[in-house]
């Protein structure tokens, strides 16, 4: 039983998204109780799953199967996951979308293959969710469709996050060639080199998917679709899954003499940099598109230093946190008309009650004690600072500047506004004024999260927490980490305060993403285009002009074929047609002068002797008996003369 509940996880969502894409405009009445029924009822089964922890296995292809199972650590991710999707659904149907069939049915779609993603146990598996996903969050980026702009943002998201997915590809088949098979656990007994291949295939592939350096610019074009697609992909969704599949093969980077520093150094260094161009953004939405990229640093920072159990949890807080920010961004965004700091001045004094919930979203980001994401920091931190004092110094250089922005944002929110805040508005879309009853219970549920959810650090339930992992031996925070983290939040939050009236700094290659998209251009985009533009010169001038020269040859030699075939072999077969003509006549003459005169001789003589035969025959009986008397007398003449 425990089993269908793990498949109905998957399948319910997936064909009931499936279902709603297919039925098209015919559907639109009923997606909204469709998507909310299908999401309340995964989510009931994803929290039923983790107490009956089912694992099943659907042959595929010959040792390397479909592996689904419900361990610690998707015991942990998987409900947080479910509850979120539900959550962002009830939002968006109280908020209202255009083409809801479409809408909820592609985030249904999605939401079954994170589900895959988070129970997957074997490659296929994992191959199978992550490429669904890829293609559903290239759909929902780009879900306003007539917009060039939004189409355009959503295909480089897919494109870039696609460029790391080859990874999982290359990973398989090194798995594969390294004798380790296809499952994930499996994976570290790989020889080597394949196990190192495996690695980088799998980082490459998960640092993709998390916007981490260098594929973070993606993240800030998918600000271009809706608030609450940000609001599922990019807290608990498709970039945590970056984060997660590397804190699932944290034995494999131990395993590697290079992978886990590379990892935790990627992460910490993302965690820093994408922190800085969150503080210089001025749009809403960019500020927590490049804070997710920051703070998904910190997980993948816990996944290279085998912090398991601080990721998973930071993971799970930071899921709520972040879809909390991007719903209440969205809430403003539709009430509003701007998402632009500036003009969203004074938003949380027009809705106390949003704004209360967004500062508790901010001041969770911010690390500020006792909100969910100060002590889960300081546990991964520990196990940082005990791997590596300089990693540790830009890991909490980083969580300082999370202080920052979530600050900078949250002290202009609460600002009064003035004339050229009015000004700002509705320069996006047109602004309703309204947010309404139905989409503040969603925000107050992440708000919870976002308050509560720093529970999982307390010392009991952490411990339990790395048991539940196979986490043992690593280092907690003590009472003088935890304490100097909270004050270094609240000084930097001070700091912002007194900065905000002179203005933050805004380097320009922080305003622009450290410039990654043009270095991709650079780097990728223009060497591409002129290898194509060379090839395409190598064609026309070698294997064109090679082939046209081919083809004047082949003209030729068929010219000089035919000749030879009209001259000769035509010639001869016409003299052979006539020979073959002549001796036919001759034939036909000398078989009507000869056999056929011969034969017509003949029976003109035997027409004579049949003529002579009857003249005997008159009838008359003397003549009869003259004639035997004549033959008697005949055959005696010969008896004589014989004997």
């Given at each position: 039983?425990?089993?269908?509940?793990?498949?109905?996880?998957?399948?319910?969502?997936?064909?009931?998204?499936?279902?709603?894409?297919?039925?098209?405009?015919?559907?639109?009445?009923?997606?909204?109780?469709?998507?909310?029924?299908?999401?309340?009822?995964?989510?009931?089964?994803?929290?039923?799953?983790?107490?009956?922890?089912?694992?099943?296995?659907?042959?595929?292809?010959?040792?390397?199967?479909?592996?689904?199972?419900?361990?610690?650590?998707?015991?942990?991710?998987?409900?947080?996951?479910?509850?979120?999707?539900?959550?962002?659904?009830?939002?968006?149907?109280?908020?209202?979308?255009?083409?809801?069939?479409?809408?909820?049915?592609?985030?249904?779609?999605?939401?079954?293959?994170?589900?895959?993603?988070?129970?997957?146990?074997?490659?296929?598996?994992?191959?199978?969710?992550?490429?669904?996903?890829?293609?559903?969050?290239?759909?929902?980026?780009?879900?306003?469709?007539?917009?060039?702009?939004?189409?355009?943002?959503?295909?480089?998201?897919?494109?870039?996050?696609?460029?790391?997915?080859?990874?999982?590809?290359?990973?398989?088949?090194?798995?594969?060639?390294?004798?380790?098979?296809?499952?994930?656990?499996?994976?570290?007994?790989?020889?080597?080199?394949?196990?190192?291949?495996?690695?980088?295939?799998?980082?490459?592939?998960?640092?993709?998917?998390?916007?981490?350096?260098?594929?973070?610019?993606?993240?800030?074009?998918?600000?271009?679709?809706?608030?609450?697609?940000?609001?599922?992909?990019?807290?608990?969704?498709?970039?945590?899954?970056?984060?997660?599949?590397?804190?699932?093969?944290?034995?494999?980077?131990?395993?590697?003499?290079?992978?886990?520093?590379?990892?935790?150094?990627?992460?910490?260094?993302?965690?820093?940099l994408l922190g800085t161009v969150a503080v210089a953004q001025r749009d809403l939405k960019q500020l927590l598109a490049a804070s997710t990229a920051a703070q998904l640093g910190f997980v993948v920072l816990a996944a290279g230093v085998g912090s398991?159990?601080?990721?998973?949890?930071?993971?799970?807080?930071?899921?709520?946190?972040?879809?909390?920010?991007?719903?209440?961004?969205?809430?403003?965004?539709?009430?509003?008309?701007?998402?632009?700091?500036?003009?969203?001045?004074?938003?949380?004094?027009?809705?106390?009650?949003?704004?209360?919930?967004?500062?508790?979203?901010?001041?969770?980001?911010?690390?500020?004690?006792?909100?969910?994401?100060?002590?889960?920091?300081?546990?991964?931190?520990?196990?940082?600072?005990?791997?590596?004092?300089?990693?540790?110094?830009?890991?909490?250089?980083?969580?300082?500047?999370?202080?920052?922005?979530?600050?900078?944002?949250?002290?202009?929110?609460?600002?009064?506004?003035?004339?050229?805040?009015?000004?700002?508005?509705?320069?996006?879309?047109?602004?309703?004024?309204?947010?309404?009853?139905?989409?503040?219970?969603?925000?107050?549920?992440?708000?919870?999260?976002?308050?509560?959810?720093?529970?999982?650090?307390?010392?009991?339930?952490?411990?339990?927490?790395?048991?539940?992992?196979?986490?043992?031996?690593?280092?907690?925070?003590?009472?003088?980490?935890?304490?100097?983290?909270?004050?270094?939040?609240?000084?930097?939050?001070?700091?912002?305060?007194?900065?905000?009236?002179?203005?933050?700094?805004?380097?320009?290659?922080?305003?622009?993403?450290?410039?990654?998209?043009?270095?991709?251009?650079?780097?990728?985009?223009?060497?591409?285009?002129?290898?194509?533009?060379?090839?395409?010169?190598?064609?026309?001038?070698?294997?064109?002009?090679?082939?046209?020269?081919?083809?004047?040859?082949?003209?030729?030699?068929?010219?000089?074929?035919?000749?030879?075939?009209?001259?000769?072999?035509?010639?001869?077969?016409?003299?052979?047609?006539?020979?073959?003509?002549?001796?036919?006549?001759?034939?036909?003459?000398?078989?009507?002068?000869?056999?056929?005169?011969?034969?017509?001789?003949?029976?003109?003589?035997?027409?004579?002797?049949?003529?002579?035969?009857?003249?005997?025959?008159?009838?008359?009986?003397?003549?009869?008996?003259?004639?035997?008397?004549?033959?008697?007398?005949?055959?005696?003449?010969?008896?004589?003369?014989?004997?």
């Amino acid at each position: 039983m425990s089993g269908l509940a793990l498949v109905l996880v998957v399948l319910l969502p997936a064909a009931s998204g499936i279902s709603l894409c297919l039925a098209g405009p015919r559907a639109r009445a009923a997606a909204i109780p469709v998507s909310l029924t299908t999401a309340t009822v995964t989510a009931a089964l994803a929290v039923a799953v983790t107490f009956t922890r089912p694992a099943l296995e659907i042959p595929f292809i010959a040792g390397a199967p479909i592996g689904l199972a419900v361990d610690g650590l998707s015991a942990l991710v998987l409900p947080a996951v479910a509850i979120v999707t539900l959550l962002v659904l009830i939002f968006a149907a109280a908020e209202g979308t255009e083409s809801p069939e479409r809408f909820h049915g592609l985030m249904l779609i999605f939401a079954a293959a994170v589900a895959v993603t988070v129970t997957a146990t074997t490659l296929p598996a994992l191959l199978f969710a992550w490429e669904i996903m890829g293609a559903m969050s290239w759909a929902l980026i780009g879900f306003h469709w007539r917009d060039d702009r939004r189409v355009q943002a959503g295909l480089v998201a897919f494109t870039m996050t696609r460029a790391g997915d080859l990874g999982l590809y290359l990973a398989a088949g090194a798995a594969l060639m390294g004798g380790a098979g296809l499952a994930l656990a499996d994976l570290p007994a790989a020889s080597s080199p394949w196990r190192d291949v495996i690695a980088a295939g799998i980082i490459a592939a998960a640092l993709g998917k998390a916007a981490q350096l260098p594929f973070s610019s993606w993240l800030s074009r998918a600000m271009e679709g809706p608030s609450t697609v940000s609001a599922l992909l990019h807290s608990a969704a498709m970039v945590a899954m970056g984060g997660y599949l590397l804190l699932r093969v944290a034995p494999l980077l131990e395993a590697t003499v290079w992978a886990g520093m590379t990892v935790a150094w990627i992460g910490a260094l993302t965690a820093l940099l994408l922190g800085t161009v969150a503080v210089a953004q001025r749009d809403l939405k960019q500020l927590l598109a490049a804070s997710t990229a920051a703070q998904l640093g910190f997980v993948v920072l816990a996944a290279g230093v085998g912090s398991i159990a601080g990721g998973a949890g930071y993971l799970v807080a930071h899921a709520s946190t972040k879809a909390l920010l991007f719903l209440v961004a969205g809430a403003w965004l539709a009430a509003l008309g701007t998402k632009q700091l500036s003009a969203l001045r004074g938003a949380a004094r027009r809705w106390p009650l949003v704004g209360v919930l967004f500062t508790v979203g901010a001041l969770s980001l911010a690390g500020i004690a006792p909100l969910s994401l100060w002590a889960l920091k300081d546990e991964l931190l520990a196990v940082a600072l005990e791997t590596s004092p300089v990693l540790y110094i830009v890991g909490l250089s980083a969580a300082a500047l999370s202080a920052v922005y979530s600050g900078k944002a949250l002290l202009i929110v609460w600002g009064r506004a003035d004339d050229a805040t009015e000004a700002g508005l509705d320069d996006e879309q047109p602004g309703t004024r309204h947010i309404g009853r139905w989409e503040r219970l969603p925000l107050a549920v992440l708000a919870a999260g976002a308050a509560l959810l720093g529970l999982l650090a307390l010392p009991q339930v952490s411990e339990r927490l790395k048991a539940m992992v196979g986490e043992s031996g690593t280092a907690t925070p003590g009472a003088v980490e935890l304490a100097g983290s909270a004050v270094l939040a609240l000084a930097m939050l001070a700091l912002v305060a007194v900065a905000l009236r002179r203005g933050l700094p805004r380097p320009p290659w922080a305003v622009n993403w450290l410039g990654l998209e043009r270095a991709v251009h650079l780097v990728v985009v223009l060497p591409t285009l002129a290898l194509s533009e060379a090839l395409a010169r190598f064609d026309d001038r070698i294997l064109d002009r090679g082939l046209h020269r081919s083809a004047r040859a082949a003209v030729a030699s068929a010219r000089r074929l035919a000749r030879f075939d009209d001259t000769a072999l035509d010639a001869a077969v016409d003299a052979t047609a006539h020979a073959g003509t002549r001796a036919g006549s001759r034939a036909a003459r000398a078989d009507i002068r000869g056999i056929d005169g011969a034969v017509e001789g003949l029976a003109r003589q035997l027409r004579r002797l049949g003529t002579l035969a009857r003249r005997p025959q008159t009838g008359q009986i003397h003549q009869y008996y003259a004639q035997i008397a004549i033959a008697l007398a005949v055959v005696f003449v010969l008896i004589l003369l014989v004997r």
